[in-house]
């Protein structure tokens, strides 16, 4: 079982930037993509950022030139710095990641972490 733990959410006015962290720990096989999600109130949960283990990244458009995904490997963490903030960013943001055995993987979720911005 893997555990992922976020921190790094708070309240920030607009034009504001936060750096969330998630670290996974626990029976750890071997972690491929990682990715940060959100989910606003009364919505879907959205696809933010995603990364491969080779550092290879994609976006959502709405986030693309502000949000920058990165991960340390040695210490199975993905982050998400967030720049120039928007109220429309506020959501709970949760951080996924695949841990695999060859062909075989399993997604494991964090708790989530609020992420507010004030206007």
């Known amino acids: 079982q893997v555990q992922l733990v976020e921190s790094g959410g708070g309240l920030v006015q607009a034009g504001g930037s936060l750096r969330l962290s998630c670290a996974a720990s626990?029976?750890?096989?071997?972690?491929?993509?990682m990715g940060w999600y959100r989910q606003a109130p009364g919505k879907q949960r959205e696809l933010v950022a995603g990364?491969?283990?080779?550092?290879?990244?994609n976006y959502a458009d709405s986030v693309k030139g502000r949000f920058t995904i990165s991960r340390d490997n040695a210490k199975n963490t993905v982050y998400l710095q967030m720049n120039s903030l928007k109220p429309e960013d506020t959501a709970v943001y949760y951080c996924?990641?695949?841990?695999?055995?060859?062909?075989?993987?399993?997604?494991?979720w964090g708790q989530g972490t609020q992420v507010t911005v004030s206007s």
């Open positions: 990364i491969t283990s080779g550092g290879s990244a």
């Open positions: 626990g029976s750890i096989l071997s972690i491929n993509a």
């Open positions: 996924n990641a695949e841990d695999c055995s060859g062909y075989a993987c399993q997604v494991n």
